[in-house]
């Protein structure tokens, strides 16, 4: 049964005979994937094929070979996924809503579709695709349990605004979900398979940050990573998930980012295994990843210092002229060549690593803020380090933390200090209070 509340049409077009494709993008996933689902449905109902179509673009936002690759490697799973159930998978190099026209015009596609994307560039696709299509391109959200257009219209104010609003509606949507089955209807032709390993080398990429090879892509791995961390972390989420030694977070933003783990999956998982945990770690999963969306899709300058709000951005003119007792370009930040060695360490940790400590990830940013002649320089330095470095990066989350971090975004005032305002401090010593700094330093600083 479709369920038309995670739908939303982006034109008005009536619907063609042909078949059905889903476009398929940020659920890069068979299991688990609610607009896979909706198109098989349709194409069912219709009695018609179904395909799925990637479409890649080279360059995207900045990514390098180490999110290329992760992210191809994974895709490579889903074709052979969708072929045991008799749905080809067929990838578009070019530009995406040009390439997805001219296939669907070619083949005679009755219906696309696609997934819900809060970030500019997906929205320029889709609308794009809309706009110019003569059948119905339908949007559906597989990312956020509460579909993000139904959870709230408009700009939320903090995780306190939009909480309530989440969990009215959780019993509604936070349901098992329903996996596509074997396709009747066949493809019209034969569609060629694609290696990971050919794409990745026709694409004009940035080959300068390696590929992360112990952290194995794909959806079997994002479903052992959740199994390892129901097993072993969870319970221990409550107490330590704030410490960056005790290895207490689940660590699946890299699988949920691409979409090869479920978010939804994931809280019917810890949600089922309830205790202490399940309660911190489901408002990370839900409240906040949630907010960060909701964020993202009514904020469109998600990415620059303008989506602070009014209090933020005057608290920081107002201290933009302070004196800095440090003032780094993006190099040095890059080469983690400033003078404090937790800042350092958690440079070095994201460039090893591909992330940093969830905790980190917040000291990391205000103190490039601290660092920088001015916020709109330290906005942007984050944001190109972040999306460089972490395999997690291009994220609603990411640009949301950020803007948390330096523009008080979800945020409130906090005492005064140069440079911030305002806005939240953090310092080494106050990390010295929460965890072993020294350990850290000595895990991921130079030898
Ligand atoms: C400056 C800064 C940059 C960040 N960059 C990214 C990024 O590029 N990509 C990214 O996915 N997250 C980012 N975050 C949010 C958060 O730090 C990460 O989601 C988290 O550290 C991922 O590790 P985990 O999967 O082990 O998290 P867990 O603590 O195990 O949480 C599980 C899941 O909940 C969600 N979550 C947890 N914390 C947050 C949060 N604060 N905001 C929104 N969702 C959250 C994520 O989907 C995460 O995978 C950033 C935060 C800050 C302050």
């Known amino acids: 049964?479709?369920?038309?509340?995670?739908?939303?049409?982006?034109?008005?077009?009536?619907?063609?005979?042909?078949?059905?494709?889903?476009?398929?993008?940020?659920?890069?996933?068979?299991?688990?994937?609610?607009?896979?689902?909706?198109a098989q449905q349709l194409a069912l109902q219709r009695k018609v094929p179904l395909l799925v179509v990637f479409t890649l673009a080279d360059g995207f936002l900045g990514a390098n070979l180490r999110q290329y690759a992760f992210m191809l490697r994974g895709l490579e799973q889903v074709r052979q996924r969708l072929a045991e159930l008799a749905i080809p998978l067929l990838v578009l190099r070019g530009d995406p809503p040009t390439e997805l026209l001219r296939f669907v015009t070619q083949t005679g596609v009755g219906t696309v579709v696609c997934d819900f994307d809060p970030l500019r560039i997906k929205r320029h696709w889709f609308e794009t695709a809309a706009a110019a299509a003569s059948i119905p391109i339908i949007e559906v959200d597989g990312h956020n349990i509460v579909p993000c257009r139904i959870a709230s219209p408009k700009r939320e104010f903090g995780a306190y605004t939009l909480r309530p609003k989440l969990k009215r509606l959780l019993t509604e949507f936070l349901v098992e979900i329903p996996q596509v089955v074997r396709h009747p209807f066949p493809w019209l032709r034969a569609v060629e398979p694609f290696s990971a390993e050919a794409l990745l080398a026709g694409l004009a990429l940035d080959r300068s940050v390696a590929e992360l090879t112990d952290l194995a892509p794909g959806e079997a791995a994002g479903a052992e990573a959740l199994a390892a961390f129901l097993e072993g972390g969870l319970e221990r989420y409550a107490a330590s998930a704030n410490d960056p030694l005790a290895a207490a977070q689940s660590g699946l933003s890299p699988w949920l980012h691409f979409g090869q783990l479920a978010p939804q999956r994931v809280a019917l998982q810890v949600a089922r295994c309830g205790g202490m945990a399940a309660e911190p770690f489901l408002e990370q999963l839900i409240v906040r990843r949630e907010l960060s969306d909701n964020f993202c899709l009514h904020c469109p300058d998600y990415d620059r210092l303008d989506c602070a709000p009014d209090w933020a951005r005057s608290t920081l003119e107002q201290h933009r002229h302070d004196p800095r007792s440090y003032c780094y370009p993006l190099e040095q930040f890059e080469q983690a060549a400033t003078h404090d060695p937790l800042w350092n360490a958690a440079q070095r940790q994201l460039v090893i690593s591909g992330k940093i400590h969830g905790y980190l990830r917040m000291y990391w940013a205000k103190k490039i803020l601290e660092w920088t002649a001015s916020p709109e320089e330290a906005f942007a330095i984050a944001v190109q380090l972040n999306n460089r470095y972490a395999l997690d990066g291009r994220d609603p989350n990411g640009y949301t933390g950020i803007a948390w971090s330096l523009g008080g975004v979800h945020d409130r005032a906090w005492g005064r200090r140069p440079v911030f305002g305002t806005i939240r401090f953090m310092s080494a010593e106050g990390c010295k209070r929460k965890f072993d700094v020294a350990g850290y330093v000595k895990r991921w600083g130079r030898d």
């Open 1 to 38: 049964m479709i369920d038309a509340r995670r739908s939303h049409a982006l034109n008005d077009r009536r619907t063609g005979n042909g078949p059905l494709l889903y476009w398929m993008s940020r659920e890069q996933r068979v299991a688990d994937n609610w607009g896979l689902y909706h």
